[in-house]
């Protein structure tokens, strides 16, 4: 059974430019996270999608937007990128309720902001 | 923005040592405790987790420890082995699907 998807694997764009960051979940998994990981923060929580609703965000500027895909793919877009913006950013997918079960995570899309 | 606390940021343990990695959340909301890890070039893993109406939850070598009152929990890992090298999450949440995760700890074995 494939894992979650993340492409592109690494993107490099200029300050001001935008990123769309893509991602196919686990068969079977309706719900999608994504989060960013920079360097010392952890694992910071951006959105969270399900059913093709977006359900919840984090404490992210609104240019950090998303949408899920009836297939239950899902992208991440970023506006108006700024040099901090630079990060993995990690799509993680769940069937039901994460505090029953578990994230699936994908390896991530590196962003490099110049 | 980070309801959960994680120290050391990095750790260094000899082969065969306990590797205790220590976790601190705000929300009493909380009421799953995962813990991920991840190696270079991964996403994190789910390696063990645990409910606040138990104290201990011991899967192989790996334990995880939970004090309700201190909002405190903490993941040792026993006789270390080079192959645990990789950086460690704790995490939490609630029935608002909201996982929040620690700044992670960076683990070293040394052979």
């Known amino acids: 059974e494939a894992g979650v998807t993340q492409s592109p694997t690494h993107l490099i764009k200029t300050r001001g430019q935008q990123a769309t960051l893509r991602c196919s979940p686990i068969?079977?998994?309706?719900?999608v996270y994504w989060y960013q990981q920079a360097l010392g923060l952890g694992l910071q929580f951006l959105l969270w999608?399900?059913?093709?609703?977006?359900?919840n965000r984090g404490n992210f500027p609104p240019r950090f937007s998303g949408r899920q895909f009836p297939n239950y793919s899902s992208e991440l877009n970023v506006n108006a990128l700024e040099l901090e913006d630079s990060a993995l950013y990690l799509c993680?997918?769940?069937?039901?309720?994460?505090?029953?079960?578990?994230?699936?995570f994908g390896e991530g899309s590196r962003l490099t902001v110049l | 923005q980070q309801q959960v606390k994680q120290s050391p940021q990095s750790l260094i343990v000899q082969k065969g040592g306990i590797s205790i990695i220590n976790c601190a959340y705000e929300n009493t909301a909380f009421d799953y405790f995962p813990w991920y890890q991840q190696f270079p070039g991964k996403g994190p893993a789910l390696l063990i987790a645990i409910r606040p109406d138990v104290s201990e939850k011991k899967e192989g070598r790996f334990t995880i420890s939970f004090n309700k009152s201190a909002k405190q929990f903490s993941l040792h890992i026993m006789d270390s082995q080079p192959g645990d090298s990789a950086t460690y999450f704790c995490?939490?949440?609630?029935?608002?699907?909201?996982?929040?995760f620690g700044a992670g700890t960076r683990l070293t074995v040394k052979p």
């Open positions: 995490a939490a949440t609630n029935n608002n699907n909201d996982m929040r």
């Open positions: 068969s079977g998994h309706t719900s």
């Open positions: 993680a997918s769940s069937v039901g309720q994460v505090n029953t079960g578990e994230l699936f």
């Open positions: 999608y399900d059913e093709g609703e977006e359900r």
